[in-house]
């Protein structure tokens, strides 16, 4: 299974995600799609509202919870 990444990017006060996998990826990065990603060692802002036009990427999976049985269950 290829590598997914979570692209969080923020510019003119909008905030997108993008779903990409690892050569989609690159070759964004590569174009610039996203312009200079260099700010990215330096974030400490944790609202993307104050990042500029920036982006943070995210290395994952998406992962979707099973449902399980209830053992007990209580009613008032």
Not at 55 to 74: A, M, Q, S, T
Request: proline share 3%; charged share 35%; no cysteine.
């Amino acid at each position: 299974m290829a590598d997914t990444y979570f692209i969080i990017h923020n510019g003119d006060g909008d905030t997108n995600v993008d779903v990409l996998t690892r050569e989609e990826l690159t070759k964004r990065l590569n174009e610039e799609y996203y312009g200079d990603v260099g700010f990215l060692r330096e974030i400490t802002e944790k609202d993307t509202n104050y990042w500029g036009d920036a982006l943070l990427i995210i290395k994952g999976e998406i992962i979707i919870p099973k449902p399980v049985k209830v053992i007990e269950e209580y009613e008032l």
